[in-house]
């Protein structure tokens, strides 16, 4: 069974930063690619970046992605927080699951809250 799980979300003030992390864990024989997505009240779930340097508009500048292959883990730092970046925050990942697989499965984290105000 494969499990994605976040942490780092929380409050923070407008200004400040947060580090998410989004670790994979399980089954499965490699790592495609893993991203971030974020939901805000009211919205639907956009695209905040991945595959890569794939950033929204609206973050870029303020958000890095990272991966530690070694640790099936990607980052999101957050910088420059505005209270608009206020959301729950989901990690997804599209894995290989077999040596013999000839396509990808994405999957999601359980999400976290991200709070930004004063």
């Known amino acids: 069974q494969v499990q994605l799980v976040e942490s780092g979300g929380g409050l923070v003030q407008p200004g400040g930063s947060l580090r998410l992390s989004c670790a994979a864990s399980g089954r499965f024989f490699s790592i495609n690619a893993m991203g971030w997505y974020r939901q805000a009240p009211g919205k639907q779930r956009e695209l905040v970046g991945g595959?890569?340097?794939n950033y929204a508009d609206s973050v870029k500048g303020r958000f890095t992605i990272s991966r530690d292959n070694a640790k099936n883990t990607v980052y999101l730092q957050m910088n420059s927080l505005k209270p608009e970046d206020t959301a729950v925050y989901y990690c997804?990942?599209?894995?290989?699951?077999?040596?013999?697989?000839?396509?990808?499965?994405?999957?999601w984290g359980q999400g976290t809250q991200v709070t930004v105000s004063s």
């Open positions: 595959g890569g340097t």
């Open positions: 997804n990942a599209d894995l290989v699951l077999t040596p013999t697989s000839s396509s990808t499965r994405r999957y």
